[in-house]
């Protein structure tokens, strides 16, 4: 428990920091972290890690990046950590562009969810969003459903002047496909112009573009996952829609549960806040490892500084997402 009151009990784990897309609201432009490969924790590294925060109670768990599925020993991630006594469940995140060949390897390696990110369908806008190709994407998705996850969820991060006009074709193209849609303000976390206040489209306005079409209900006790999003039902697609206002809603931080685990070895209390406690010399030389877990929660602060002008030190992709 954390010094205000919540239960810790899930761990996002970024694999890498590489990624094979350019999100606006993610990587900056040219971007060469990554490049420090060394720094990376190893397969049995992260492993290592997941044992220890199971040993203090966390049963929650998600493989993030960058983009997780360009590590080669993705799989053997996943296995090693659905092994362990104590895990309950393990998620990944994923721009998707590489699922359609990975998904069943996923699933039989222990994954349990995935969650896609998809900014657009509309080619043009897609690829101004992230550099990429949408049919890429497309394909995962079949892929993931195919592959029976137990939950499969899509993610669009709301840009103003760039894909607001794809929101309903997006909750249309979730509700043919009886999948969770969760729309995610743009947060602070990255220094590229495309982040500046301008582009910022809150949960509030999304909801009334989706009110001009349907009708939404709120579902207090729907929870696909152990995430922040409160979700809606739309009275006549039946869609089930999710919004995450890490900057617009007051209680946000309220029942957070989680901590991360960056791709070179730094537990992070808060994505919204800098401190990070650097694992990695106690990992390599045998320490403590659940001394330092301890230490990370005893310092997760009661909420986000995204309202107070926040810049961050270093871009979402460095922290995971």
């Not at 203090?56 to 590590?71: I, V």
């Not at 897609?126 to 137990?150: H, K, P, S």
């Not at 993610?155 to 496909?177: S, T, Y």
Request: contains cysteine; neutral net charge.
């Amino acid at each position: 428990m954390d010094p205000f009151g919540r239960t810790i009990d899930y761990l996002r784990i970024s694999v890498t920091d590489r990624c094979n897309e350019r999100c606006l609201y993610c990587m900056p432009e040219g971007y060469k972290g990554w490049s420090k490969k060394a720094d990376h924790l190893s397969a049995a590294e992260i492993i290592k890690v997941v044992a220890a925060s199971c040993a203090l109670g966390f049963r929650k768990f998600r493989l993030t990046g960058g983009e997780p599925l360009l590590r080669k020993d993705i799989e053997e991630i996943a296995a090693g950590i659905w092994s362990l006594p104590g895990v309950q469940t393990l998620g990944i995140s994923t721009n998707g562009v590489l699922l359609a060949r990975q998904a069943r390897g996923l699933k039989q390696a222990g994954v349990r969810s995935v969650n896609i990110s998809l900014d657009a369908l509309d080619a043009a806008i897609y690829r101004n969003v992230t550099g990429g190709n949408v049919q890429d994407v497309l394909a995962g998705i079949d892929a993931a459903i195919a592959a029976d996850f137990e939950v499969v969820k899509l993610n669009c991060v709301l840009l103003r002047g760039i894909n607001e006009d794809q929101i309903w074709p997006l909750v249309q193209f979730a509700a043919e496909r009886k999948m969770p849609l969760r729309f995610i303000e743009l947060m602070p976390m990255s220094k590229i112009a495309e982040t500046d206040r301008s582009r910022f489209f809150s949960i509030d306005e999304a909801l009334q573009i989706l009110s001009a079409y349907d009708t939404p209900q709120p579902l207090p006790e729907y929870r696909p996952g152990h995430g922040p999003a409160r979700y809606y039902e739309l009275s006549h697609t039946k869609a089930r829609v999710g919004f995450i206002g890490a900057v617009t809603t007051h209680d946000f931080c309220e029942s957070c549960n989680k901590l991360r685990l960056t791709a070179d070895g730094r537990i992070r209390p808060c994505l919204g806040r800098h401190g990070e406690i650097d694992l990695t010399p106690t990992l390599r030389s045998g320490g403590d490892i659940e001394a330092i877990i301890r230490e990370a929660i005893l310092n997760k602060p009661e909420s986000h500084a995204f309202a107070e002008c926040y810049e961050p030190g270093r871009p979402m992709t460095a922290i995971g997402g």
